[in-house]
T-cell receptor, first 114, second 111 residues
Framework: DTAVSQTPKYLVTQMGNDKSIKCEQN?????MYWYKQDSKKFLKIMFS???????INETVPNRFSPKSPDKAHLNLHINSLELGDSAVYFC?????????????FGPGTRLTVL | DAKTTQPPSMDCAEGRAANLPCNHS???????VYWYRQIHSQGPQYIIH???NNETNEMASLIITEDRKSSTLILPHATLRDTAVYYC????????????FGAGTILRVKS
């Protein structure tokens, strides 16, 4: 059973297009995240939602708009794609029960903008 | 910015213990030490975390110095599948906080 799933796994598109990446978690967690990992392999947080409410919004261009229809889903919509948006995008959900605060990551979506 | 310092890479022989150091000299009293790893082309995977005491689970052991300024992740019997980037992260368990990943340590397990 997949805990955190993302679709699509690969996305190749032209500059200027609009695209969406979907994320779903079946772990019952309240908090979900989007991370971006660029070509230099640095992993940086972009957004976080808790119970459909935005709680973290890093310095991300407003072309990126997260949407959380319910607490099990956090989708990422990107408008007017640019070459620099090419990266691997990871979704994660957070379990903060007990003494821990563990994040579970999805398999990633590799976005290539041509 | 990451608040930890790790060596960029390490090698380990298969079957031997892999000891990955991490320096976090500015850690605050309410910050935990977390370790994640990222195997090539996969999402990061939680390994272990601790506050003051040493911790052990089915994957690894975490040794935290008494002054909490450094720690060591130990993989007791490294296998080829443990080849990955290992991230040491300090993280306060407070609502709204975020994981800040540094460059990590590339661990290469060799046969």
């Amino acid at each position: 059973d997949t805990a955190v799933s993302q679709t699509p796994k690969y996305l190749v598109t032209q500059m200027g297009n609009d695209k969406s990446i979907k994320c779903e978690q079946n772990l019952g967690h309240d908090t979900m995240y989007w991370y971006k990992q660029d070509s230099k392999k640095f992993l940086k947080i972009m957004f976080s939602y808790n119970n459909k409410e935005l709680i973290i919004n890093e310095t991300v261009p407003n072309r990126f708009s997260p949407k959380s229809p319910d607490k099990a889903h956090l989708n990422l919509h990107i408008n007017s794609l640019e070459l620099g948006d090419s990266a691997v995008y990871f979704c994660a959900s957070r379990d903060h029960r007990g003494s821990g605060d563990t994040q579970y990551f999805g398999p990633g979506t590799r976005l290539t903008v041509l | 910015d990451a608040k930890t310092t790790q060596p960029p890479s390490m090698d380990c022989a298969e079957g031997r213990a892999a000891n990955l150091p991490c320096n976090h000299s500015t850690i605050s009293g309410n910050e935990y030490v977390y370790w994640y790893r990222q195997i090539h082309s996969q999402g990061p995977q939680y390994i272990i975390h601790g506050l003051k005491n040493n911790e052990t689970n089915e994957m690894a052991s975490l040794i935290i110095t008494e002054d909490r300024k450094s720690s060591t992740l130990i993989l007791p019997h490294a296998t080829l599948r443990d080849t990955a980037v290992y991230y040491c992260i300090v993280f306060p368990l407070e609502y709204g906080n975020k994981l800040v990943f540094g460059a990590g340590t590339i661990l290469r397990v060799k046969s």
